[in-house]
T-cell receptor, first 112, second 115 residues
Framework: NAGVTQTPKFQVLKTGQSMTLQCAQD?????MYWYRQDPGMGLRLIYY???????DKGEVPNGYNVSRLNKREFSLRLESAAPSQTSVYFC???????????FGPGTRLTVL | DQQVKQNSPSLSVQEGRISILNCDYT??????FLWYKKYPAEGPTFLIS???IKDKNEDGRFTVFLNKSAKHLSLHIVPSQPGDSAVYFC???WGLGGGADGLTFGKGTHLIIQP
């Protein structure tokens, strides 16, 4: 039982490149989330998926897209990376949209 | 506008003493609150939660207190141990039983336990 897994752990991109961050959970959770953490800013919600087949914007969605591929997997895509997207990205999941969220280990992204 | 505030960026406590971490919120719709602990290079780990119908919840060395009238919650760790050194995030949500999604996090307090 791995919980929430994220790939890759680290990534360096050049401005304008695209990439997809992968997240998977094996806890049979319905809801999944993407957050970013910047120094001194806490965690901010980018997008979430309350249940399979639905996605919604969070606090800071600009520059990102998401796909809820199935119940287990929720990916985050940067179409054209910008230096302002340098951050640590965390995926989380919960049984319902109002339950305790459990986090993955994070992806550290640097955009040059 | 910050809806969840942790006004102390860092806190230093001696091993064996009580650590008290504070959190204030402004959105009166929040009806459940959580504390997460985070070590460097790891994801946040759930520690303890409380719903708005309670004013106290205990789990071993950890107790969370909620004062709804003051819109304030605190996390007490007794006794503090070296492994408690970490960043602690306060988080809040609303819609128990169906409602909004996601959590609103504070900026975190770095707790340092000194030997």
């Amino acid at each position: 039982n791995a919980g929430v897994t994220q790939t890759p752990k680290f990534q360096v991109l050049k401005t304008g490149q695209s990439m997809t961050l992968q997240c998977a959970q094996d806890m049979n959770h319905n809801s999944m989330y993407w957050y970013r953490q910047d120094p001194g800013m806490g965690l901010r919600l980018i997008y979430y998926s309350a249940s399979e087949g639905t996605t919604d914007k969070g606090e800071v969605p600009n520059g990102y897209n998401v796909s809820r591929l199935n119940k287990r997997e929720f990916s985050l895509r940067l179409e054209s990376a910008a230096p302002s997207q340098t951050s640590v990205y965390f995926c989380a999941s919960s049984y319902t949209n109002t339950d305790t969220q459990y986090f993955g280990p994070g992806t550290r992204l640097t955009v040059l | 506008d910050q809806q969840v505030k942790q006004n102390s960026p860092s806190l230093s406590v001696q091993e064996g003493r009580i650590s008290i971490l504070n959190c204030d919120y402004t959105n009166s719709m929040f009806d459940y609150f959580l504390w997460y602990k985070k070590y460097p290079a790891e994801g946040p780990t759930f520690l303890i939660s409380i719903s708005s119908i309670k004013d106290k919840n205990e789990d071993g060395r950890f107790t969370v207190f909620l004062n709804k009238s003051a819109k304030h919650l605190s996390l007490h760790i007794v006794p503090s141990q070296p492994g408690d050194s970490a960043v602690y995030f306060c988080a809040a949500g609303w819609g128990l039983g169906g409602g909004a999604d996601g959590l609103t996090f504070g900026k975190g307090t770095h707790l340092i336990i000194q030997p």
